[in-house]
């Protein structure tokens, strides 16, 4: 199979304008990104839709493509991209991975996990999970819960615990069960991205704000792949200097 990693980077953010130029021991976040991606895939683009980005990518040798700046999500930006990249690059490709822009320290382990879920041909979409090892991430409603089924796809994904412990003592669950967290890595299918824009926004996506609860609401199975490998996204300017700290 072809696959192509995309990474959605955008200038503009309330909590850390310029966050894909920020650097980190001399080089940008985003050309930390792409360096790691590479690791992992032959081909890598930066789907951007600031000028600034895209003369960085240029700058340290990476591939980028210019996208619409009226985009709702990344997943829109993403489909976009994929578009320009097969028609510029001649090639068609099976698998589209989205690779988050703010995480600069992402192992190329975790991109050969979420590849390795396409060994299958009944997968349409991909992402990764891990398993929660403190009381605390689990009622962290920004840390989202994923439970599945016997074929490790996805059932549901929430903010809130999930499953619910009854006749427990919330600082018992994580000893009562097994919670994991949505690593916010994603995969599809080339042809399946493209019909997830085509879908209107659902209730439960509405209610949790997590836009994967459309795709499950609409009938796509979203194959999981536990990691080892936590995620380290970076949100804010405190978020990196707690990083660089370390």
């Known amino acids: 199979m072809k696959f192509v990693g995309i990474i959605p980077s955008r200038y503009a953010s309330s909590r850390f304008p310029g966050k894909p130029l920020a650097l980190i021991n001399g080089k940008t976040m985003i050309q930390r990104v792409y360096e790691q991606a590479k690791l992992a895939l032959d081909h890598v683009y930066v789907a951007t839709d600031d000028e600034r980005i895209e003369n960085e990518v240029k700058k340290f040798g990476g591939e980028v493509v210019l996208t619409s700046a009226n985009h709702e999500s990344g997943t829109d930006r993403l489909a976009e991209a994929s578009i320009i990249i097969e028609n510029e690059s001649g090639i068609k490709f099976d698998v589209v991975i989205n690779i988050q822009g703010d995480e600069p320290f992402i192992q190329p382990e975790q991109i050969e996990q979420i590849k390795s879920c396409f060994n299958d041909e009944k997968t349409e979409i991909a992402t990764l999970i891990k398993e929660i090892d403190n009381t605390e991430d689990i009622f962290d409603a920004n840390k989202p819960k994923v439970i599945w089924d016997i074929n490790m796809n996805a059932i549901c994904f929430s903010r809130s615990p999930i499953p619910f412990i009854r006749n427990a003592d919330k600082s018992e669950w994580n000893l009562k069960h097994k919670f994991y967290r949505h690593i916010g890595m994603y995969a599809y299918k080339t ?56």
Do not use: H
């Not at 796509?220 to 707690?242: A, C, P, W």
């Open 191 to 246: 042809d399946t991205l493209q019909n997830l824009t085509k879908l209107p926004q659902s209730t439960l996506e509405l209610a949790e704000s997590l836009e994967q609860m459309r795709w499950i609401e609409n009938g796509y199975k979203i194959k999981v792949k536990e990691t080892l490998f936590d995620s380290k996204g970076i949100d804010t300017r405190e978020d990196l200097e707690n990083i660089l700290k370390k």
